[in-house]
Antibody, heavy 117, light 107 residues
Framework: QVQLVESGGGLVKPGGSLRLSCSASGLTLSDYYLAWIRQAPGRGLEWVSY????????FYADSVKGRFTISRDNAKNSLYLQMNSLRAEDTAVYYC??????????WGQGTLVIVSS | DIQMTQSPSTLSASVGDRVTITCRAS??????LAWYQQKPGKAPKLLIYKASSLESGVPSRFSGSGSGTEFTLTISSLQPDDFATYYCQQYNSYSGTFGQGTKVEIK
């Protein structure tokens, strides 16, 4: 059974940092294209970052470029999102997902990030 | 950036109704268009990928069609479990863009 589990969310002050993790079971993340997608409370979905199978192509939304870094550790079967210089507008549930023909096939349950003083 | 516009934003329907949701792209897209269902407090669930391919395990009452800039999601006979919010999403150059969502409510 495929399962993705995000962790690392929480309350952080503006300007602070968090590192989100996405651990996988039932699949090998190194075989997949992966993405982080977020959803602000009561709002729609935003594609935040993407990494291809060989880690040779990485994408960031303009809203997070220069502040967020996506990475993976194949030995730990995990995906990460390092988030620096956090802003109130980064408050959201963050999901990791496998990317299949450009769509999110397997999703985690999400981890909530709240940026507030 | 490619913008995706869904219509309607809210749809009231009854069990057994045929429901159609439309998604329009601000420019022609390649056909890498997905549809998701989301229920409160849950992650989105993939229904359709590549505009018309039904994801494994998804009931056949869901179907997708379209090309170019206009795409549709059709539910042939609405079931009680289908009341939810639906999103379209396009994929281009490693980036995805979602529509604003369509909430399907009980009439």
């Amino acid at each position: 059974q495929v399962q993705l589990v995000e962790s690392g969310g929480g309350l952080v002050k503006p300007g602070g940092s968090l590192r989100l993790s996405c651990s996988a079971s039932g699949l090998t993340l190194s075989d997949y294209y992966l993405a982080w997608i977020r959803q602000a409370p009561g709002r729609g979905l935003e594609w935040v970052s993407y990494i291809n199978r060989g880690d040779t192509t990485i994408f960031y939304a303009d809203s997070v470029k220069g502040r967020f870094t996506i990475s993976r550790d194949n030995a730990k079967n995990s995906l990460y999102l390092q988030m620096n210089s956090l802003r109130a507008e980064d408050t959201a549930v963050y999901y990791c997902a496998t990317v299949h023909y450009g769509s999110g096939r397997y999703w985690g349950q999400g981890t909530l990030v709240i940026v507030s003083s | 950036d490619i913008q995706m516009t869904q219509s309607p934003s809210t749809l009231s329907a009854s069990v057994g109704d045929r429901v159609t949701i439309t998604c329009r792209a601000s420019q022609t897209i390649s056909g890498w268009l997905a549809w998701y269902q989301q229920k409160p407090g849950k992650a989105p669930k993939l229904l359709i990928y590549k505009a018309s391919s039904l994801e494994s395990g998804v009931p056949s009452r869901f179907s997708g069609s379209g090309s170019g800039t206009e795409f549709t999601l059709t539910i042939s006979s609405l079931q009680p479990d289908d009341f939810a919010t639906y999103y379209c999403q396009q994929y281009n150059s490693y980036s995805g863009t979602f529509g604003q969502g369509t909430k399907v409510e009980i009439k």
